[in-house]
Nanobody, 126 residues
Framework: QVQLVESGGGLVQAGGSLRLSCAASGRTSSSYAMGWFRQAPGKEREFVAVINWSGGSPYYADSVKGRFTISGDDAKNTVYLQMNSLKPEDTAVYYC???????????????????WGQGTQVTVSS
C-alpha cells in the first residue's frame, strides 16, 4: 500500500507562483510513475504532469507546458509541482497519484492510477 500526502496549495494572485509537494510512503518502486491531476468544480479530473523514478523525461498537459515543472527527490520520496505564471483557470483541487505500471509508458487517464492523495486546493485570483 502507498500513501500520498499533498501540501503547498493556497490562494495566489494571477501571475504568481506556488509549489506543491507530494510525500509518498509505503511500498513505492522505481517502476512507478507519479502524476499530478486537477479537478475544478463541475469538471472532470484532468491530467497535469507526470514523471517516473526511472529517470524518464517528464510529460505535461499542453495547458501547463512552459509554466509548470514536475520534479522528484527519490531520497525524500517526494514529488513536486512548481507552478509559475498562474492563471485563474488553474484554480482547482490538485491531486497527486501513483501509477504502479507507469515506469515505461506514461498514462494520462486518471483511471490508470492506483493510489491518490487527498488533494490540495489551489485558488488563483484575477
Amino acid at each position: 500500500q502507498v500513501q500520498l500526502v499533498e501540501s503547498g496549495g493556497g490562494l495566489v494572485q494571477a501571475g504568481g507562483s506556488l509549489r506543491l509537494s507530494c510525500a509518498a510512503s509505503g511500498r513505492t518502486s522505481s517502476s512507478y510513475a507519479m502524476g499530478w491531476f486537477r479537478q475544478a468544480p463541475g469538471k472532470e479530473r484532468e491530467f497535469v504532469a507526470v514523471i517516473n523514478w526511472s529517470g524518464g523525461s517528464p510529460y505535461y498537459a499542453d495547458s501547463v507546458k512552459g509554466r509548470f515543472t514536475i520534479s522528484g527527490d527519490d531520497a525524500k520520496n517526494t514529488v513536486y509541482l512548481q507552478m509559475n505564471s498562474l492563471k485563474p483557470e488553474d484554480t482547482a483541487v490538485y491531486y497527486c497519484a501513483a501509477d504502479r505500471f507507469g515506469g515505461r509508458y506514461y498514462h494520462l487517464n486518471p483511471r490508470d492510477y492506483d493510489y491518490w492523495g487527498q488533494g490540495t486546493q489551489v485558488t488563483v485570483s484575477s
